[in-house]
């Protein structure tokens, strides 16, 4: 089939499964360092909103693959021989949360600050006020944009390959090494990724009109 | 406890020079094609015929949902498969312009539209050619609302150049994985680089800011932030 | 839509003409819809080199539509429509010609917000009629002498008055040396303490001699200005006249829209 073997086109979707699960990773850790990192950003404590600012420029001033480095071979130096798995998952985490967090810090903001008043008359505590009265509104805001942030996620798992992490842009490097058949091969591995992002785009694109409707 | 061991600073520091220079390099040669590239197919998407439209969306969907390394090795290996040896840097600087004009195009997309129509109305008013209308009247307009956005874009941009080692275009990463390879000090290696990284992408969106101070004459002597 | 030769037809149902040469605009029963909709229906006009016409009427009257029509800015379905030797029901019409003959200043200004005074004005002649740098500075200086905007030359739009943009709109259209001006309720949007000196830049023009057609509100001011003013009803010319013809309207429609205080 598409002149590979049945193994090898396995072989390559067995680098997508990896994929997938190093994508859950970084969307699972992203989701909690972001939240700190977005009640950090729009906290009333200075000190909070300079430390988590200056944290998300620096992941965001750095390219991802040199943030697997970093955390590849900071590892190591504590002594630990680590899986690739591991290096990429925290990687992933860190990038996913500086990003996620600066996109929900956004959504908190979006929110009018007539409602944290009104909030506030009722007598609700500070905790409540987010708790009840903000957080659901900024929720139905940030649909759109984090779903479309995990096409970024998704596409950017692909830099774990500097490190040697096994996913489907490895696999398909690995494949095309010995068939050297790459328009075959990496048309076989974009598609693959274009299955999984394609929909969630459109899923944003359309979450987003329907958030403009109302 | 670790001991860190920064001397490979000083004995590497023509490669690690060497590599800089390659990623701004590569950075520079990509943005003006890019940004042209881009505005060329908003263009196709909001005024061209049905399918010129249609290959416009494809380009612009394909690459948006796929990662950019596939690209890279799409192109690279692909290239070389035809018997068409062009370089990693050219290979690089093409796949870097394919990709950044895909996400100029949903940028410029957005600033076109953002134009009122009366701005269109009053060009073809004045005897202008749509060509000459585009040029004088909807571009500028068009980068001024989203200049920003296309900062941040060249700034992820120049990110990424960071893969092209795996082309074997010896850019500032690539340059980083031949030391620690040499001198087992990856943690203190990458650490390094990620402060040039850092340094070059405030240096990138510095000096692309004050382009637009020559650019937008209205905003210099207005005081308008963009 | 009509065959391009079109014999000359008498101009027998016009009002108030001069009746010397070939009109400059010239509608014949011409006839305008959006889908099932139709606005025009069936409008005989003529504007003759020199004259002042002022159309008025309520809004959906189908006024600003015909003055669209004039520049091609609006397509018609039946009829005809000569402007300035231009057939404009002609398959193969040049608008990009035709519109160096005819200007247009619309309600909302619509100045280039990225370019100063002088580039809004010199823009279209530099790129259309190729005229040279310095040259274009000298035509800058002519048409904003014209409408009393000389030391604003550098200034961008949105550091004037909504007057005073106005103003450099009908400069940016002067600068084409147009043989038409059409004004689309120009004053519209402003003020009524900006709305005079609008005005009073256009009657300048009149007194100049150009040939003017005009959408207004401006009951007085249309009456003063213009050799003939148009009165329009549900797509149709309903009365036309000298501007006198305010002061006794002839039809109810004409007595109750000049009555209602506009």
């Known amino acids: ?186 048309t076989l591995a974009a598609a693959i990724y274009f299955a999984i992002c394609f929909p969630m785009s459109v899923l944003a694109q359309r979450y987003e009109r329907k958030l403009h409707r109302s | 406890m670790y001991e860190f061991d920064f001397s490979f600073l000083n004995d590497y520091m023509p490669d690690l020079i060497h590599g800089i220079w390659l990623t701004i390099g590569m950075t520079v040669a990509s943005i003006l094609p890019g940004f042209v590239l881009g505005t060329a197919v ?20 394909a690459i948006r949902n796929t990662p950019l390394i596939i690209q890279v090795f799409w192109l690279f ?53 749509p060509f000459q209308s585009l040029i004088q009247i909807e571009v500028p307009q068009a980068v001024e609302r989203v200049y920003p956005a296309l900062v941040s874009q060249f700034v992820l941009m120049m990110l990424a150049t960071s893969i092209m080692s795996q082309i074997s275009a010896e850019e500032l990463t690539g340059v980083a994985y031949m030391i620690q390879s040499f001198t087992f000090r990856g943690f203190e290696v990458y650490l390094v680089i990620a402060v040039f990284y850092l340094g070059l992408a405030s240096a990138l969106r510095f000096v692309l800011m004050g382009l637009a101070e020559v650019s937008f004459p209205r905003r210099r002597r207005l005081r308008t932030p963009l | 839509m009509n065959e391009a030769a079109i014999p000359r037809i008498q101009s027998k149902d016009s009002p108030a003409m001069s009746g010397s040469s070939q009109p400059m605009v010239r509608f014949h029963n011409l006839r305008k819809s959006y889908g099932a909709v139709e606005v025009l229906k069936g409008i005989d006009l003529e504007v003759s080199s020199g004259q002042v016409v002022a159309l008025i009427g309520r809004s959906g009257s189908g006024k600003s539509t015909a003055l669209r029509c004039v520049n091609g800015l609006e397509r018609f379905q039946a009829g005809e429509l000569h402007v300035c030797g231009y057939d404009l029901s002609a398959k193969d019409l040049n608008l990009r010609n035709l519109r160096q003959d005819v200007g247009i200043v619309f309600q909302s200004y619509n100045l280039f917000p990225h370019l100063t005074v002088e580039q809004n004005v010199t823009l279209a002649p530099r790129k259309v009629k190729g005229v040279g740098h310095t040259e274009a500075r000298e035509l800058a200086k002519e048409v904003l002498a014209q409408v009393g905007l000389s030391d604003k030359v550098d200034a961008y739009p949105e550091q004037l008055s909504g007057g005073q943009q106005q103003r450099v709109a009908i400069a940016r259209s002067l600068a084409m040396k147009p043989k038409l001006m059409l004004f689309d309720e120009v004053t519209s949007a402003l003020d009524p303490e900006l709305t005079g000196e609008v005005l009073r830049t256009i009657e300048r023009l009149a007194a100049d001699g150009m040939t003017m057609m005009l959408v207004t509100h401006e009951m007085a001011f249309a009456r003063s200005v213009a050799d003939q003013v148009v009165f329009m009803h549900q797509g149709r010319v309903w009365e036309a006249g000298p501007g006198d013809m305010l002061l006794d309207p002839q039809t109810v429609e004409l007595r109750q829209f000049v009555g209602s205080g506009l």
């Open chain 2, 42 to 61: 908003a263009v196709a998407r909001l005024r061209g015929r049905p399918w010129v439209k249609r290959i416009a969306t494809v380009y612009v969907e």
């Open chain 1, 1 to 186: 089939m598409l002149g590979l073997t049945i193994q090898q086109i396995a072989y390559i979707f067995q680098g997508a499964g990896w994929t997938i699960i190093l994508s859950l990773l970084g969307f699972v850790g992203g989701t909690v360092l972001g939240l700190p990192i977005a009640l950090a950003r729009s906290s009333n404590s200075k000190a909070l909103r300079v430390a988590s600012s200056l944290l998300v420029q620096f992941i965001q001033g750095v390219p991802l693959p040199v943030i697997m480095f970093v955390v590849y071979f900071g590892i190591s130096i504590g002594g630990f021989e680590v899986p690739a798995l591991v290096a990429a998952g925290l990687a992933m985490t860190l990038y996913s949360g500086a990003y996620l967090g600066e996109i929900w810090k956004g959504c908190i903001q979006a929110v009018p600050k007539t409602q944290w008043e009104a909030a506030e008359c009722l007598a609700l505590t500070p905790a409540q006020r987010f708790v009840y009265v903000v957080l659901p509104q900024a929720l139905r805001i940030a649909i759109p944009p984090t779903v479309g942030f995990m096409v970024q996620i998704v596409k950017n798992t692909s830099y774990a390959v500097v490190i040697n992490f096994f996913d489907l842009t490895y696999s398909a490097k690995v494949i095309n090494n010995s068939t050297f058949m790459p328009f075959t091969v990496f």
């Open chain 2, 77 to 129: 290996f692909g290239l070389a498969a035809l018997q068409v040896h062009i370089g990693p840097f050219a290979a690089a600087v093409i796949a870097l312009v394919i990709n950044v004009g895909a996400y100029t195009a949903e940028i410029m997309r957005a600033g076109f539209q953002s134009i009122p129509r009366g701005q269109l109305e009053a060009a073809d008013c004045l005897a202008l050619s």
